[in-house]
């Protein structure tokens, strides 16, 4: 999904000033010494970045051995990597199949309606992106979403108004 | 002395309020002078209940359900620290009839223990299967297991003792045990109650299933989207390995087992066995040819056993008791319990362990009380987003893997999606192409090209475009993927689609422009 289209940063990941090298550097060292370890080591840099910029793959590559286009294919394969800043609010909204059958379909054209974004996307001024997910195994309590990480029950569109406005939008 | 108070800390339970509701009881506690002990524990699994509150009174619990945090300070005044009578008293939590008619052996200590101490869970039969799995031979462990007659409960329901015996009987020095806790499937979260309830039981499996194979090493690989469960996990493992359960020396037995939780990436793929054991590898979760197993051909190359949470956890019961035991339960090639998962449209949602045989009409009747809307039931998915879609007509079949099997479903993992007349099956058979093409590992064709033609296929049909040819067209596709993906992905996704096709040839009738199904997976 472009970024203009997407109300993305426009941001490339190409460099990392020091602080953040740093951070991949230790990543990866704290994990390198498991077996398989890249998967481990690019969740330690998102969650030490919040994102993995395109910068932080030769530099997992060159810790793990590995080349550039293999850690690139494990970090574009996963759903879970993120390659641009978080935005400052996430909202993940579950579309599988016991949420669908309470209603997940209308909150998900609530959810892009309010926020003026589709799944993937950011709301017009960056602050929220929307996110899909298959299954938070909350599926006797649908539709379920998170929030910022928080696990939500029951939601309606009522429900996600006052979440959203409770984060200023 | 102080009262004991029990409030789940499981995540559904905690996203309806339960956090609040401990906290207020504290605070009514503190106001009025009161002694109270709050054990946070698992949960039953009896979601429309919570927050379900139970107080000990005379060594009995007394249940209060659905409390809200400002229910809290009324309850108090109702005198429920001694089992008062209030609206929300349910009475004693073992003679409610929901719970009462289940034959809990795996789930048995969900909501009853304090799911990270360990004397708790050796005072509620934990250990004990170990205790005598370390007495025996591997040949008779892995004996044991195979004349409990217990199944994968992941949803293949391989014989798990045959499993093992072929990973005991594979050459290696080196052999591992894979616990496959990647539960993508919705409708289904027995995994994840069990791990945030009763981690031991999975621990304790795990470490069976090392003594039967010659295994010193174990992973959890654990779905992100699970962190109430990983936060479990991860204090279980610490708290296991300080009192002496693993690491070199199990509980003095001079057998070491070492456990390793591994954290997924979001990729229901992961699910896939062999696709799991590569992303454990560090590498994209991509399936593998088979064969090799991966029980001679697994982990790094080395024999290993793969097995999903319920399974493994299920391991300690069969030692306490006895294959016989266990085998006594269910009907058929079925034996033992599943615990089942009643989801999506019901009024009763929640974890329901039985044994096998029980008909699926009499399960959404008795435990799930129809639907949560108040209409009629339509349709139900039994066995995940894999599962065949079937009509009410079909809902005296028996869950019994072959009993299912033989009407043309799959009970997989045990969930059960309820759907009211709300449905539109069309939009469901289109969601299922959508969510295969959306979690395709892209290694074979089939499934990576042909769930993408899928959905234009439907499209086409329901614009009323040639329908009868699309129609062909898309059985002729469906049989393409059936026959010729590499794994269950792609190899079963013509399930929800040719159900739904079968059963409700109706919802697929062409509709007029701007109604047909709306995608559902990225817009």
């Known amino acids: 999904m472009s970024a203009l289209r997407t109300g993305a940063p426009a941001v490339t990941g190409l460099e990392l000033d020091a602080a953040a090298r740093g951070a991949v550097v230790a990543a990866a060292e704290a994990q390198r010494g498991r077996a398989g370890a890249l998967l481990p080591v690019l969740q330690a840099v998102q969650a030490a970045l919040g994102w993995v910029p395109a910068a932080a793959v030769p530099l997992v590559a060159e810790a793990l051995n590995l080349s550039r286009a293999e850690v690139h294919g494990v970090l574009t394969f996963y759903h879970d990597f993120r390659r641009q800043p978080p935005a400052p609010h996430t909202l993940r909204l579950c579309r599988a199949e016991a949420c669908q059958a309470v209603g997940a379909a209308a909150l998900a054209a609530h959810a892009q309606q309010r926020l003026g974004c589709g799944f993937g996307g950011r709301s017009a001024d960056g602050r929220f992106a929307l996110e899909a997910v298959y299954c938070l195994g909350n599926c006797a309590c649908g539709p379920a979403l998170e929030f910022d990480g928080r696990l939500q029950s029951l939601a309606s569109p009522l429900t996600l108004d006052a979440l959203l406005a409770e984060a200023g939008s | ?523």
Request: charged fraction near 20%.
């Open chain 2, 1 to 523: 002395m102080n009262v004991r108070i029990c409030v789940p800390r499981e995540a559904t339970a905690v996203s309806l309020g339960a956090d609040a509701v401990t906290a207020a009881v504290q605070r009514a506690a503190a106001a009025r002078g009161a002694g109270v002990d709050i054990v946070r524990t698992g949960s039953r699994g009896a979601f429309w209940l919570e927050p379900l509150v139970e107080v000990e009174v005379d060594g009995r619990r007394i249940a209060y359900g659905p409390v809200r945090a400002g229910d809290v300070p009324a309850l108090f005044d109702a005198g429920f620290l001694h089992g008062g009578a209030h609206r929300l008293r349910l009475g004693p939590v073992d003679a409610l009839d929901w719970l009462r008619r289940q034959q809990r052996l795996t789930t048995a200590r969900l909501g009853v223990v304090d799911p990270l101490a360990l004397d708790d869970y050796r005072a509620h039969g934990g250990l004990a299967g170990l205790e005598c799995a370390l007495e025996l031979p591997p040949a008779v462990i892995v004996q044991t297991l195979i004349d409990s007659g217990l199944r994968g409960r992941g949803g293949a329901a391989f014989p798990a003792g045959i499993k093992w015996r072929t990973v005991l009987e594979a050459a290696g020095s080196r052999k591992y045990v894979v616990c496959n806790a990647d539960e993508g499937d919705s409708g289904t979260f027995s995994d994840r109650l069990l791990m945030e309830g009763d981690p031991y039981a999975l621990i304790e499996g795990m470490i069976i299933a090392g003594l039967a194979v010659g295994a010193a090493q174990g992973y959890i690989y654990l779905r992100s989207e699970y962190p109430a469960a990983r936060a479990v996990l991860a204090a279980a493992l610490r708290a296991a390995y300080a009192a002496g359960l693993l690491g070199a020396d199990v509980l003095g037995s001079r057998r070491a087992f070492d456990l390793e939780l591994r954290i997924g990436a979001g990729a229901y793929i992961c699910g896939e066995e062999t696709a799991l054991l590569e992303s454990l590898e560090g590498r994209r979760g991509q399936v593998r040819y088979r064969p090799p197993l991966p029980a001679t051909h697994g982990l790094w190359g080395c024999p290993t056993v793969v097995n999903n949470v319920i399974t493994l956890a299920t391991v300690p019961w069969i030692f306490a008791h006895g294959a016989q035991a266990y085998a006594d339960y269910g009907q058929g090639r079925s034996r033992g319990t599943l615990p089942l998962q009643l989801a999506g449209n019901v009024a009763r949602g929640g974890l329901v362990e039985l044994a096998f045989g029980i008909t699926l009409d009499e399960l959404l009747q008795d435990f799930g009380g129809g639907t949560r809307s108040g209409r009629p039931i339509r349709a139900v998915q039994v066995g995940g987003p894999l599962g065949a879609y079937w009509p009410a007509s079909k809902l005296g079949t028996a869950v019994d893997y072959e009993a299912i099997a033989a009407a043309g479903g799959m009970l997989g993992h045990g969930g059960i999606v309820v759907f009211d007349d709300t449905v539109d099956l069309a939009a469901q058979a289109r969601y299922a192409m959508e969510f295969c093409a959306f979690e395709s590992c892209g290694k074979c064709t089939p499934c990576r090209i042909g769930s993408t033609r899928g959905v234009e296929v439907i499209d086409r049909l329901m614009a009323g475009d040639r329908p009868d040819f699309q129609q062909r067209l898309l059985r002729d596709l469906c049989q393409t993927l059936s026959d010729a993906s590499l794994c269950a992905l792609g190899g079963l996704t013509p399930l929800p689609v040719l159900s739904a096709l079968e059963h409700f040839p109706g919802d697929f009738a062409p509709r007029p422009p701007g109604v047909t199904a709306a995608p559902m997976v990225r817009t």
